[in-house]
């Protein structure tokens, strides 16, 4: 039976930093149904192992009886928390499988659907796909935090929205109808995601690294499965088949996956200060001011420039040499399905190293591979070693974010999502850039004659650019020093 605590007991200290994380302080005449009458705050002044559950005394309201709040779920641990992730975790393999292999809906888009038309128009409605899907947090962190209420019915929505792009999809007719489907509909699917990347923070404080590594595994696994899937159900019923099943199919499965996905710290519904209901929540954006969050938006900006060449121009790279064992499809899935133990292991180090240091080792040891064994490989095996390295280090970046954006926010409940929104606009900004910018590129043939890929159909200047702005990337993460640890 849980431990009944009294409220003086507890003591009215207003310190910043509770002892089970930076998201215990919680006052309970803020919770739904109560008026603010106290303004103590509880959680703080007593530690309290987040792995035991408490249940604190209230004061009596209007001479009623005493009532009795129950405390937080644990942090890092517990049934909700685990379920929380799970969930999140199979809307990242929803969500991200397309995007992280669009590189095969590219080829048959291409060479199939669309063939000799608007081969620009295809490359930037996949490109915009990826990147508005990231720029759409920069709108739906802020109305996540004012409104925090409808998180459910948004993320609905977004799934809707997905599913929509993939039916639509299926009646397309013209390459620019494909920029209306997966280029401005699909990225509607960030009301799905993202809040599962900020809630996160709600539920994992020592163990977030990791917890965060795991969930953005998810993508890697989405990215892993969606080429196959996706060839299988092409060669075998079609391309508006496809289309129509997967929609389908993401409406059904994101729909049991959004069950879990709550809130660990109950959203209030009285002001501290105003006795009427609350309809939106002030937001304090003094964070933004930081140096680390320039540093972290630098650094984001010029990794995500360089990371996204690889998933678009791999698959087209293998289909010009005539690849077969593994095609273009196979070193997608090998690229992507390394990066699922790669989210983990970096967010594994984030939580233990310096943060610099996990920059360090992603961005250079991606942008070498690129340089060296993409650089000179025009065989099977140096490809698929690319695909290996560039999958564990590079596609898996963001697998430090949690750390990036904590050092950020500090122990401001309200920044962790606002950051992360501002870092996936960022992101999308350098997606959405990499593709007019490669496909400028490749029509730029000043490596004739060069040896392995660099003179091989233009593709030399692409890998110098892919490379360069990753290693640029490092250099700015050197200097995203943390001074709280």
């Not at 919680?26 to 008026?35: A, M, Q, S, Y």
């Not at 309201?61 to 929380?84: E, Q, T």
Request: some cysteine; aromatic content about 12%.
């Amino acid at each position: 039976m849980a431990e009944i605590i009294p409220l003086e007991s507890l003591g009215r200290s207003t310190s910043r930093r509770p002892s089970a994380g930076v998201f215990e302080s919680v006052k309970p005449d803020t919770l739904d149904g109560d008026r603010p009458d106290s303004q103590v705050v509880f959680g703080s002044s007593t530690p309290i192992d987040p792995e035991t559950p408490t249940t604190t005394a209230a004061p009596s309201i209007a001479g009623s009886s005493a009532a009795f709040i129950p405390a937080l779920p644990p942090v890092d641990g517990g049934r909700k928390a685990w379920a929380f992730l799970l969930g999140a975790t199979v809307i990242e393999v929803l969500v991200w499988g397309l995007p992280f292999s669009v590189g095969i809906l590219h080829v048959y888009w291409t060479n199939t659907l669309f063939h000799g038309q608007g081969e620009s128009t295809i490359t930037l409605a996949a490109t915009l796909q990826t990147g508005l899907l990231y720029m759409s947090g920069m709108i739906l962190g802020p109305v996540f935090e004012a409104f925090p209420r409808y998180t459910k019915f948004i993320m609905v929505g977004g799934l809707v929205a997905v599913s929509m792009a993939f039916i639509g999809s299926a009646f397309v007719t013209r390459p620019w109808h494909l920029i209306v489907t997966f280029g401005c509909l699909y990225p509607l699917g960030g009301a799905l995601y993202f809040p599962c990347a900020s809630i996160l923070f709600e539920w994992f404080q020592v163990r977030r690294g990791l917890a965060a590594g795991i969930m953005f595994a998810g993508t890697g696994a989405g990215g892993t499965i969606f080429p196959f899937v996706m060839t299988g159900l092409l060669n075998r019923f079609g391309y508006k088949a496809a289309m129509i099943s997967l929609g389908l199919g993401y409406l059904i499965v994101g729909g049991l996956a959004v069950i879990p996905i709550e809130r660990r710290i109950p959203v209030p519904r009285f002001s501290s200060t105003d006795p009427r209901p609350m309809r939106r929540r002030q937001i304090d954006w003094s964070f933004a001011k930081r140096k680390t969050m320039f540093f972290g938006m630098a650094t984001i900006l010029f990794t995500s420039m360089g990371n996204f060449i690889p998933s678009l121009w791999l698959p087209s790279f293998a289909d010009e040499l005539t690849m077969t064992s593994p095609s273009g499809v196979g070193l997608i899935a090998i690229m992507n399905a390394a990066s699922v133990p790669g989210n983990t292991l970096l967010g594994w180090l984030s939580d233990r190293f310096p943060l610099p240091w996990v920059i360090a080792l992603s961005c250079i040891g991606s942008a070498l591979s690129c340089l060296f064994l993409w650089g000179f490989g025009t065989t099977s095996a140096p490809l698929i070693a690319f695909s290996l390295v560039f999958g564990l280090l590079g596609t898996s970046f963001s697998g430090v974010w949690s750390r990036m954006i904590s050092i950020v926010a500090h122990d401001d409940p309200v920044a962790p999502a606002l950051t992360l929104s501002i870092f996936s606009f960022v992101r999308g900004i350098g997606n959405i850039s990499s593709g007019p910018i490669s496909d400028s590129l490749l029509k730029v043939n000043a490596l004739r004659g060069a040896a392995g890929a660099y003179g091989f159909n233009n593709y030399g200047i692409l890998l110098i650019f892919t490379g360069l702005s990753i290693l640029i990337g490092s250099a700015t993460g050197l200097a995203f020093f943390e001074k709280h640890r």
